[in-house]
Structures are given as structure tokens and as C-alpha cells.
T-cell receptor
Framework: RKEVEQDPGPFNVPEGATVAFNCTYS??????FFWYRQDCRKEPKLLMS???SGNEDGRFTAQLNRASQYISLLIRDSKLSDSATYLC????????????FGSGTKLNVKP | NAGVTQTPKFRVLKTGQSMTLLCAQD?????MYWYRQDPGMGLRLIHY???????AKGEVPDGYNVSRLKKQNFLLGLESAAPSQTSVYFC???????????FGAGSRLTVL
């Protein structure tokens, strides 16, 4: 079983739409959670950390549900520039050096 | 400030050849990592290092060796390349206790 699972998509949405991605993780001991963004043929870059109480950064909102072991990312008012692959990442508390990546969810925002 | 630099960016090898990928970071980060990324698999950790002179195995270490002789450099070696090692390789670094990974631009390796 994969440590982190994501729907690969693609999610095709018009500009201005709201879109949400979910990600599930298998290790209940996981303590740190993140969303990274990866543009085509580029390196991943941190989009935002995910905190237990949920957190927001502009048009982006991240939520954590420990009971169900899933993380979500909500993007409001989608822009063309949001088109990318979004990677869910978790890190287990007992080994902080390791980060487990989901395979990513591809988002295409259309004009 | 260059961040994390990987060389080479592209390489084509024949089965059985050897090569070394170099990762250099100028942020004085203690931790460094090598990942590979394959379609549908996500990034998988090959080896990592928590400091100069130390290395450890990740999820998929077989067929690879690493060295961290200097804090700023982390080398990934393929002793005898196989087609299954065709992938995009990413190096990353982070300070201790920090959640953020800073990645290099990637190295695309094809093994024929």
C-alpha cells in the first residue's frame, strides 16, 4: 500500500472555478503535512504546510482530517497560472528526515 | 543565490555504464536527499544524508551509492546502469528541523 495516495486527475476547470483535491495517507503516526506544486518538467516547490486547524493562504485553503487520514486542498477563483500538478506530502514524526510524496493531481485551468 | 544545483541536466547511458550525478547547495543546509520521479509513482527517496560524512538508505536504494564528503555536495552514483533506472532524479536539501525541501531542477537520465 502506498504511503500517500492521490487522484491523478486531470481536473479540467474553467477560470474562476473552485476546485478541491484530496489525498489520503496510510501512516496514522504522520505528523507533518504539505502541499507542493510542480509545473511541467520542473522541480516541486512548497505551496503550503497543512496545520491541524486548517490554514489559508490567499485563494488556497488546506485542511487536515486526522480521524480519516486525509488532507485536502481547495483553490478558489482558479487562474490559468494555477495549472500544474499538486503533490501531497507527509512526514512521520518518528523520522523527520523522510518525506513521502503522493504521485500528484494534475490541474488544467482553461480560459 | 543559486540554491540547489544539479549536474548534468540530461544524460543518456548504455546498460552497464556508470555515472555520477552531482548535487551542490549553497544554503548551508545539513540535510540532503536524492529522489527519483517516475510516472504514476511520485517521488521516491533513494538515499539521504543528515550531515557531512553520513548517508542513509531511503525507500529505493538498490543500484545506487552516495557520498557526502563535503557539506555542500551530495553525489549519487550508478555503478552499472539498468533500463529500470531511467528516470528524473531530484536532489533536495533542508535545514534540520525545517519542513521545507528545496529542490534542484532535476536530472533526466535515460538508460538504453
Amino acid at each position: 500500500r502506498k504511503e500517500v495516495e492521490q487522484d491523478p486527475g486531470p481536473f479540467n476547470v474553467p477560470e474562476g472555478a473552485t476546485v478541491a483535491f484530496n489525498c489520503t495517507y496510510s501512516n496514522s503516526a504522520s505528523q507533518s503535512f504539505f502541499w507542493y506544486r510542480q509545473d511541467c518538467r520542473k522541480e516541486p516547490k512548497l505551496l503550503m504546510s497543512v496545520y491541524s486547524s486548517g490554514n489559508e493562504d490567499g485563494r488556497f485553503t488546506a485542511q487536515l482530517n486526522r480521524a480519516s487520514q486525509y488532507i485536502s486542498l481547495l483553490i478558489r477563483d482558479s487562474k490559468l497560472s494555477d495549472s500544474a500538478t499538486y503533490l501531497c506530502v507527509v512526514s512521520p514524526e518518528y523520522n523527520f528526515n523522510k518525506f513521502y510524496f503522493g504521485s500528484g493531481t494534475k490541474l488544467n485551468v482553461k480560459p | 543565490n543559486a540554491g540547489v544545483t544539479q549536474t548534468p541536466k540530461f544524460r543518456v547511458l548504455k546498460t552497464g555504464q556508470s555515472m555520477t550525478l552531482l548535487c551542490a547547495q549553497d544554503m548551508n543546509h545539513e540535510y540532503m536527499y536524492w529522489y527519483r520521479q517516475d510516472p504514476g509513482m511520485g517521488l521516491r527517496l533513494i538515499h539521504y544524508s543528515v550531515g557531512e560524512g553520513t548517508t542513509a538508505k531511503g525507500e529505493v536504494p538498490d543500484g545506487y551509492n552516495v557520498s557526502r564528503l563535503k557539506k555542500q555536495n551530495f553525489l549519487l552514483g550508478l555503478e552499472s546502469a539498468a533500463p529500470s533506472q531511467t528516470s528524473v532524479y531530484f536532489c533536495a536539501s533542508s535545514p534540520p528541523g525545517a519542513n521545507v525541501l528545496t529542490f534542484g531542477a532535476g536530472s533526466r537520465l535515460t538508460v538504453l
